[in-house]
């Protein structure tokens, strides 16, 4: 059975681009199973689309394959790489820091090659569109069991334009920001659970979250903010029934200050 493939992108599903993409890999592989991550991604938005890769590949079986295409310099002097982590997994895109922090959470970089190998490319070359003509007939042959060190030359790092923010302290006190706004407008932070004391208030401007953590989303009435540990392990600013996003007029880079009790 070939390995399962992730693809994340930031096509949107308006135009054919992500169907061009699929079919270029399964034209290779005709077997492999691609489970759809997300493509909508923000426009060209890299460091928006490394947070939910890194998010998103630990729930994959170990060996698994990620395609991922958020490329605003394709065509451009950029390298189109393959990266394999610690785990085992494979992860396939452009070299501006989208790939790293998912290579990271699998354990770290074993081993990298730049795809320069063109016989495993697809038969259409554009210099718009590296996912249909590049990095899908690549992961397509990946999953097929080509090695990664047949697809080109080897490479000692990738590239790391930007990384997350860790969280800082102050008084004494844990401080973060928010790293993410999800669909329902949930605000996610960099703060880990593990740094959290046990009884806290949350501030988020100006906004004052008492008694977190919160057990679950309707720990508090309907239309109020609440606060707790999210399914990536990270501390979230929520509110009931509502859109934290739009609530408490806070997005990407909000400031977040814990104060324990």
């Known amino acids: 059975m070939p390995p399962l493939i992730s693809l994340l992108t930031d096509f949107g599903v308006k135009d054919t681009y992500v169907g061009q993409m699929k079919a270029a890999l399964l034209r290779v592989c005709p077997g492999a199973s691609l489970v759809d991550l997300t493509h909508e991604v923000p426009a060209q938005d890299v460091k928006g689309g490394a947070f939910l890769l890194w998010s998103a590949v630990e729930a994959f079986p170990e060996g698994s394959l990620h395609l991922a295409v958020v490329d605003p310099g394709v065509g451009s002097a950029r390298r189109a790489v393959a990266a394999r982590a610690r785990r085992g997994d494979v992860l396939v895109g452009p070299d501006n820091g989208l790939l790293v922090p998912a290579l990271e959470q699998l354990g770290g970089l074993a081993g990298a090659v730049e795809l320069t190998g063109s016989a495993y490319w697809g038969p259409r070359q554009s210099r718009t569109f590296h996912g249909r003509d590049v990095f899908a007939p690549v992961v397509?042959?990946?999953?097929?069991?080509?090695?990664?060190?047949?697809?080109?030359?080897?490479?000692?790092?990738?590239?790391?334009?930007?990384?997350?923010?860790?969280?800082?302290?102050?008084?004494?006190?844990p401080v973060g920001e928010v790293l993410h706004v999800d669909t329902y407008g949930n605000l996610i932070t960099n703060l880990p659970g593990a740094v959290l004391p046990g009884r806290f208030r949350v501030h988020i401007g100006s906004t004052v979250i008492e008694d977190a953590p919160h057990a679950h989303y309707q720990s508090v009435p309907a239309g109020k903010p609440l606060s707790l540990v999210g399914s990536a392990g990270l501390l979230e600013v929520s509110v009931r029934n509502g859109s934290a996003e739009k609530e408490l007029g806070a997005t990407r880079g909000a400031r977040v200050r814990i104060e324990p009790y």
């Open 140 to 173: 397509g042959h990946l999953a097929a069991g080509v090695p990664l060190e047949k697809l080109g030359r080897t490479l000692e790092h990738l590239e790391r334009p930007f990384s997350f923010p860790r969280p800082g302290e102050e008084d004494g006190c």
